[in-house]
């Protein structure tokens, strides 16, 4: 995490999925996790850490106003939980509900999705629980 001039915490760069080749392959080779608001695709990643990518189509959030918050309140409970999580790389898609869901309902789906992400992929890294024995 670093933080700008005003003092906002951001999500690094190190941190986001950007190449197209990354999100094919999160896709084709992930693993999937959902609930009625969101899925994700993990997949391990050679990365000292998680990595997020954002998939918010028009279609189902709605103008840009929606899909920028959808996509901060993504990124903000990411930030928040990275360090939580295995080395994969995650791709959160969103569901066509999430248009009726309030912004605390959204970040408890979330919370509760990392957990079940980091339960489900944490034979990908053995940081994912803070020990390498698989106790």
């Known amino acids: 995490m670093t933080t700008k001039p005003g003092g906002l915490l951001r999500l690094p760069a190190e ?13 084709a080779r992930g693993k999937r996790c959902s609930n009625e608001y969101f899925l994700v695709i993990a997949r391990p990643n050679p990365a000292s850490g998680p990595r997020l990518g954002l998939s918010v189509a028009t279609k189902v959030a709605g103008n840009s106003v929606r899909r920028n918050r959808l996509r901060r309140l993504v990124r903000e409970s990411f930030r928040l939980r990275q360090r939580e999580l295995p080395a994969c790389d995650l791709v959160v898609s969103v569901r066509p509900k ?17 957990v079940k992400v ?3 992929c944490a034979s990908f890294s053995p940081r994912a629980s803070g020990s390498t024995s698989g106790s």
């Open 15 to 27: 941190r986001r999925l950007r190449r197209k080749a990354d999100f094919d392959a999160a896709y």
């Open 98 to 114: 999430v248009r009726s869901a309030g912004a605390a309902e959204l970040r408890a789906s979330l919370g509760e999705l990392w």
């Open 118 to 120: 980091g339960r489900q």
